[in-house]
């Protein structure tokens, strides 16, 4: 059968029970700076719809001149290879997407649980994903889930039957109810090389990992395949631990994130010594420091405004959000903001630098190019800072400084930030990976 293997395990590795973590991954071997731990092919993955026509849906190639599919036109493929190869998942949205019309609205977690279902129905056995963890052990917590999020994954339950029914045998709903749970939890966002959303997928063996704050591993993707990379020097022994969440913030708000959305608290060296917190939360220096209870109220107005614009994945959302203001007004609260915690906060607090990221954002969206640049300058310092060494985060914004400023024929600038973006790519993505050869290509032909 396609896609089967027998358990076979990971070379270098071994799952094993974690002291106070349940299970995890743990090292057989030592492996430096850069080395590839592991891949691990998606389970199931899919293309996020904004991407459409510019990354093939099935192998995720970015590239112009994509063939479309000639029934739904809405699907693009490298070569007929692909399409015939993507065409049992896509099938199943094919025709629904052309009745349909732009009724069509399945979200991405339904349709990523849809896919799941359709390889579930044709795979009996262990895949190349699950060579140490099978998806039918991820964990659900359905025992944890507030209100809110019952309402979202019967919502999603209910657009699968809507949506899907016509291709998908459904199982019971109580199952349904346990693999939305399963996927909430344990599903991977797939990036490009700026951080950009592609889409979503499952990969059961990378879920395996433990979660720290000082990961000493990094996930990144080629195509649809996993690569997980050590960013510190790991040991015969040693567990292997990957970041869940982004760790610019404090030690208190990854908390906060990490309960919500994965229902545990870390107690990792990072969150124990809380040795960055300081440097994290710099007050603005003057002759009369903040009181206590102005810092209190300004970190809740901080994290008030970060939620909102968490919860607004893309700036189209955002834009909603905020009653369908124009960017230039997006831009504008996002200023507001920064000048009302400037107040209190320093350029390099955490919380101003959210803002800032948002700004450049919304300048990237609105194409003032300069506007980007001012923001993006002001964030790469304390970014470096903050951040663990080798951090997409860092890299990424390294990368969008350094086409920016090649855009505006600032050469010199340019070629400089994107050395240091090829640095970090180099132990991040591994020196073969296609970013990593973009990137140098882009710097060589400017020589």
């Not at 010594?273 to 003057?286: G, H, I, P, Q």
């Not at 504008?332 to 209190?344: A, N, P, V, Y």
């Amino acid at each position: 059968m396609n896609g089967t293997c027998v358990n076979e395990g990971i070379e270098g590795t071994e799952r094993f029970a974690s002291p106070g973590k349940g299970r995890g991954l743990r090292a057989l071997k030592h492996f430096a700076v850069g080395d590839l731990v592991f891949a691990c092919p998606a389970y199931s993955y899919v293309l996020t719809a904004n991407e459409r026509g510019a990354h093939c849906e099935y192998c995720f190639t970015r590239k112009e001149g994509l063939s479309k599919c000639g029934k739904c036109k809405q699907a693009y493929y490298c070569e007929v290879d692909c399409q015939k190869g993507d065409w049992p998942m896509h099938k199943l949205e094919c025709t629904a997407m052309t009745s349909y019309g732009e009724n069509w609205c399945p979200s991405e977690t339904v349709r990523l649980v849809a896919r799941i279902l359709m390889k579930q129905k044709v795979t009996t056995e262990r895949t190349q994903s699950e060579r140490l963890l099978l998806l039918s052990e991820f964990e659900a917590h359905l025992d944890k889930l507030d209100n809110e999020k019952n309402e979202l994954n019967q919502t999603d339950i209910e657009a699968l039957h809507h949506f899907y029914s016509r291709h998908i045998d459904f199982p019971d709903h109580q199952t349904l109810t346990v693999l939305f749970g399963q996927v909430n939890c344990n599903g991977f966002t797939i990036e490009d090389e700026e951080l950009s959303h592609l889409g979503s997928a499952v990969f059961p063996d990378v879920a395996l990992m433990n979660h720290s704050c000082s990961p000493n591993v990094i996930v990144t993707y080629k195509g649809t395949v996993a690569e997980v990379r050590a960013v510190q020097d790991i040991q015969l022994g040693d567990e292997i631990f990957n970041s869940y969440i982004d760790l610019l913030y404090p030690t208190d708000d990854r908390n906060d994130r990490l309960r919500e959305s994965y229902f545990f608290t870390c107690v990792c060296d990072e969150c124990t010594t809380r040795s960055k917190d300081r440097a994290k939360m710099e007050l603005c220096k003057s002759n009369a420091p903040p009181e206590p209870e102005e810092v209190r109220k300004m970190v809740s107005y901080a994290r008030n405004v970060i939620e909102e614009f968490r919860r607004a994945k893309h700036y189209k959302n955002i834009l909603s959000l905020f009653c369908n203001s124009p960017p230039s007004e997006l831009l504008e609260i996002c200023e507001l903001s920064q000048e009302k915690m400037g107040s209190i906060f320093a350029d390099t607090n955490v919380y101003m630098l959210h803002m800032m990221y948002q700004a450049m954002g919304v300048c990237l969206y609105m194409q003032d190019w300069d506007g980007a640049v001012s923001y993006g300058e002001k964030i790469i310092q304390p970014y470096s800072v903050h951040y663990p060494a080798y951090s997409l985060n860092v890299a990424s914004m390294y990368l969008k400084l350094g086409r920016l400023y090649l855009g505006l024929e600032r050469k010199r600038q340019g070629v400089k930030a994107l050395k240091k973006a090829i640095a970090i790519m180099q132990v991040a993505h591994g020196k073969d990976h296609h970013y990593v050869t973009e990137v140098q290509r882009e710097v060589k032909e400017l020589k």
